[in-house]
Nanobody, 116 residues
Framework: QVQLVESGGGLVQPGGSLRLSCAAS????????MSWYRQAPGKERELVAV????????NYADSVKGRFTISRDNAKNTMYLQMNSLKPEDTAVYYC?????????WGQGTQVTVSS
């Protein structure tokens, strides 16, 4: 059974940094493409960043390019999102997603609030 648990969210001032983690269990982590999504109040869930199963390729939403970095440690079954230069518009619930073929599995999300 796929389990994904996000952590690392919180309240941070504009310009600050946070590092999100997504701990995975119940499946062969290194076989899955992993992604971070976010959903702000009143908005649709949007893709933030994606990383291939061995971490060789990444892709980012234009809104976070140059500020966020996605990474993974397959030995620890964990994915990360380093978020720098945070802006108020980055405020959202951040979710991790595991994808294998047509099947997606989601975590429960972690709240990130950027405010002074």
């Amino acid at each position: 059974q796929v389990q994904l648990v996000e952590s690392g969210g919180g309240l941070v001032q504009p310009g600050g940094s946070l590092r999100l983690s997504c701990a995975a269990s119940g499946f062969t982590f290194s076989s899955y493409v992993m992604s971070w999504y976010r959903q702000a109040p009143g908005k649709e869930r949007e893709l933030v960043a994606v990383i291939t199963n061995l971490g060789r390729r990444t892709n980012y939403a234009d809104s976070v390019k140059g500020r966020f970095t996605i990474s993974r440690d397959n030995a620890k079954n964990t994915m990360y999102l380093q978020m720098n230069s945070l802006k108020p518009e980055d405020t959202a619930v951040y979710y991790c997603k595991a994808t294998l073929g047509p099947i997606d599995s989601w975590g429960q999300g972690t709240q990130v609030t950027v405010s002074s």
